[in-house]
């Protein structure tokens, strides 16, 4: 399957601070990324949809301005969590997905990135 | 928004035994949905997926079904071994992806 990366795979940072988690598909052209975040022992919630060259489309309950999504490339995606807050410590995910091939509908996931904000 | 729910929160068998995953669905223009095995701290790892034109599939000792007209979906792991334990998500996706809440598989040796 495709591979996607994440970096970094984990960051503590200081309350007020901010943070950027780049997400990258290596051997694809993603047409959307998704941003997922997921607490201790739930399920993943989708943040937001992101695709190139436009702005990201954000699920009910998810502050755009606090969660900076830039999609600037078919191949990089990046959240930014601005002002971090304790309460924003999570495990956050991109996955990556094409239309192409035959891998239709398949998204790829990153490895993850545990930000934990003290 | 698409509503997908899952059942049972956690499951219990023993090796060798059959293990069973239900989830439900409420947007009739989902068309893919995928089942995922997700290990503490990693990513989930996609298991079985099927398409909306098909009413079942297995790959060897994993299978899942599809009704579409009642709209649920469901994983059949048979002959359960230890390292199948493990959290279980499956998905429903049109345009994006939306997870059921997980079951927790643990397959007792």
């Known amino acids: 399957g495709a591979v996607v990366s994440q970096h970094p795979s984990w960051v503590i940072c200081k309350s007020g601070t901010s943070v950027k988690i780049e997400c990258r598909s290596l051997?694809?052209?993603?047409?959307?990324m998704f941003w997922y975040r997921q607490f201790p022992k739930q399920s993943l919630m989708l943040m937001a949809t992101?695709?190139?060259?436009?702005?990201?489309?954000?699920e009910q309950g998810v502050e755009k301005d606090k969660f900076l999504i830039n999609h600037a490339s078919l191949t990089l995606s990046t959240l930014t969590v601005t002002s971090a807050h304790p309460e924003d410590s999570s495990f956050y995910i991109c996955?990556?997905?094409?239309?192409?091939?035959?891998?239709?509908?398949?998204?790829?996931f990153g490895p993850g990135t545990r930000l934990t904000v003290l | 928004g698409e509503n997908v729910e899952q059942h049972p929160s956690t499951l219990s068998v023993q090796e060798g035994d059959s293990a069973v995953i239900k989830c439900t669905y409420s947007d009739s223009a989902s068309n893919y949905f995928p089942w995922y095995k997700q290990e503490l701290g990693k990513r989930p790892q996609l298991i079985i997926d099927?398409?909306?034109?098909?009413g079942e599939k297995k790959d060897q000792r994993i299978a899942v079904t599809l009704n579409k007209t009642a709209k649920h979906f469901s994983l059949h792991i048979t002959e359960t071994q230890p390292e199948d334990s493990a959290v279980y998500f499956c998905a429903a996706n049109f345009n994006k992806f939306y997870f059921g809440s997980g079951t927790k598989l643990n397959v007792k040796p």
């Open positions: 051997d694809f052209q993603a047409t959307t």
């Open positions: 992101s695709n190139e060259g436009s702005k990201a489309t954000y």
């Open positions: 996955s990556a997905f094409t239309l192409a091939g035959s891998s239709y509908n398949e998204q790829f």
């Open positions: 099927i398409r909306s034109n098909v």
